[in-house]
């Protein structure tokens, strides 16, 4: 198959576009933030915290609904033995919105941080900060690679170029823009992609279900024609395996940096809320046409058509569905627009995942843990290259790894098992310190990967109850593999014993060294004697002195401190509040 012109030329007027609104939105934006005594550097994190309805709800929904997202809805509808009733995301990330939105953004927001990662660290410590990191930084590396390779592979279908090229095109604009304007320039061309999202898939959508070739889907939803129905159902021994899927997506979709990011950007926490509901909508809206595509490719003979005569379900290419349907069943010029959505779906997420990588390592990483001092020059420049190299690592990833997406979805599972449990700690219970913090850590980490990972190879270690013996056959080569499936909802339980953990060693270790039963010197953390001893310190000295540092110790003596220290966890106008900025204080208050 030759390259086609049409669609070279609709790609690179589509990246020409992207490119310009980018550089448009730095140059607009590039004293916001900053007039009035801001940082610029916390002005490439969060904006100016002036985001609006408009551009905030589209920014927000381009953050989920990703090439991942609308490639990954299609080949679940499409599946035999899956079908609509296992296509879980549209749904959990909607849910996960609103429960964001109800729960997390007004206390994240409210209290002024600028990453997720400022209240571990606030409460928990510059080095379980770094430890939180880990996972943080391994879901939005492999997610970005993840979806580049998605892009690399969608490219090759439709237009026949080259993978590599297409992949390191577009993470180069990607990092270009972000480069140049930070969040900003994030947000803007956002609002650009989701609308090619928009208008490219449902362009598409007619044309493929008008085809010949493709049977009435309302007949396919509920009766076998060409394949089992589209609409899928639900075992009743898979009954706990999908809730805990579920769940994952559900709750596991909250503590990212990319969803924070928009929080903490909103112009009030009130704002911070309605973009988490509007951008639940938007998520169930874009899923529609991705729905659909998966159905027509469920109820199409692909005899019928250029495709060939076996179909993609055995070629093992159920995951490329959506492309292919574009490719075959679309004329060219409308499967072009289809191209421009799905490459829109991917820089919208990946320059979402770079941006919010590198604020985490700028901020949490280097300023806090290493450099207090260093200037908000430096700061910007710390940004701008782990923009580039967190961007140039997950384009070698999408390249070099064949198994990216199996190490999105263990990396995923471990922000779920791991971030969530602490996120709900470190906000909403009175008490928690370090020493439970590590627990929790140790124990999600061990049950989540003594599960095992089939995607990866990753053999168990713990059989939990139901597991069961999987056989997969690999059409094309006659291979057989056989897997170790854990029916049991290992990951959620994982995810409960990891914030039981947290809660009980926190309490534990507090009564202990409180009551004299372990003598004060063994608290080699500071976790719990070293706060008491505060109380009776001289506040400035506690400042300057002390590594770990809270709003509400640093609240009475702002006038003591540096820019550098009161630009730490909030801004200026946070900390000249009473307090009521501080973990401590948000619990008193409820």
């Given at each position: ?79 035999p033995g899956c079908g609509l009733a ?58 970005s690679a993840a979806i580049l390779s ?371 010197k063994y608290d080699f953390l500071d ?64």
């Amino acid at each position: 198959m030759a390259i086609h012109a049409e669609g070279l030329v609709a790609i690179v007027i589509f990246y020409l576009l992207i490119l310009f609104v980018g550089i448009w939105a730095a140059w607009k934006n590039k004293n916001s933030g900053v007039g009035d005594g801001g940082d610029r550097s916390e002005s490439i994190m969060v904006g100016g915290r002036d985001i609006g309805l408009f551009v905030g709800g589209f920014t927000m929904t381009a953050t989920w609904v990703g090439g991942g997202y609308i490639n990954g809805t299609a080949e679940y509808v499409y599946l035999p033995g899956c079908g609509l009733a296992w296509a879980q995301a549209p749904f959990g990330y909607a849910l996960s919105l609103v429960v964001g939105g109800l729960f997390f953004a007004k206390p994240m927001r409210s209290r002024g941080y600028v990453t997720m990662l400022d209240p571990f660290q606030q409460l928990y410590g510059k080095r379980m900060g770094g430890l939180l990191f880990i996972p943080a930084l391994m879901g939005e590396i492999f997610w970005s690679a993840a979806i580049l390779s998605a892009l690399g592979a969608t490219l090759s279908v439709i237009v026949d170029i080259n993978i590599n090229m297409s992949v390191v095109i577009s993470a180069m604009i990607a990092i270009f823009y972000t480069l140049v304007g930070g969040l900003y320039s994030v947000a803007y061309t956002d609002v650009v992609q989701l609308f090619c999202i928009f208008l490219g898939l449902w362009i598409s959508v007619p044309f493929a279900m008008s085809n010949p070739a493709v049977s009435d889907i309302s007949v396919s939803a509920r009766e076998e024609i060409y394949q089992s129905p589209w609409l899928g159902t639900i075992e009743s021994e898979d009954t706990w395996l999908w809730v805990d899927n579920f769940c994952l997506l559900m709750l596991g979709g909250i503590p990212w940096q990319v969803y924070f990011q928009r929080v903490l950007s909103a112009s009030s926490a009130t704002y911070a809320q309605v973009l988490s509901f509007l951008a639940a909508f938007g998520c169930l809206v874009m899923a529609v046409p991705s729905v659909l595509i998966g159905a027509i490719g469920a109820s199409t003979d692909w005899n019928q058509t250029t495709y060939g005569s076996l179909p993609p379900k055995d070629k093992d290419e159920s995951d490329m569905i959506l492309p292919i349907v574009l490719q075959h069943l679309c004329p060219p010029y409308i499967s072009f627009f289809g191209l421009g959505a799905v490459s829109a779906a991917v820089m919208s997420s990946a320059d979402s995942s770079i941006l919010s990588a590198s604020s985490m390592f700028a901020r949490n990483i280097y300023q806090l843990a290493f450099r207090q001092s260093a200037s908000d020059n430096e700061i910007v420049w710390v940004m701008r290259c782990t923009i580039f190299v967190f961007g140039a690592l997950a384009t070698a990833m999408a390249l070099l790894t064949g198994s990216v997406y199996g190490l999105w979805y263990l990396s995923s599972d471990l922000v779920y098992v791991i971030i969530f449990p602490q996120l709900l700690s470190v906000l909403f219970v009175k008490g928690t310190n370090t020493y439970g913090s590590v627990a929790a850590y140790v124990f999600g980490l061990v049950l989540r990967i003594g599960g095992g990972e089939p995607y990866l190879k990753l053999p168990p270690f713990i059989y939990y109850p139901g597991w069961v013996n999987q056989k997969k056959v690999h059409h094309l080569t006659g291979e057989e593999e056989h897997f170790i499936q854990q029916r049991f909802p290992f990951k959620s339980v994982s995810m409960v014993a990891s914030f039981l953990a947290n809660v009980a060693f926190s309490y534990l270790t507090k009564y202990l060294f409180e009551s004299g039963m372990l003598s004060h010197k063994y608290d080699f953390l500071d976790a719990v004697v070293s706060k008491h001893s505060k109380e009776i310190m001289d506040k400035a000295t506690l400042v300057g002195n002390h590594d770990n540092i809270n709003l509400s110790e640093m609240a009475p003596v702002t006038q003591a401190l540096g820019g550098s220290l009161a630009g730490t966890f909030t801004n200026t106008e946070v900390l000249s509040d009473d307090g009521a900025s501080s973990p401590e204080a948000f619990h008193n208050e409820n």
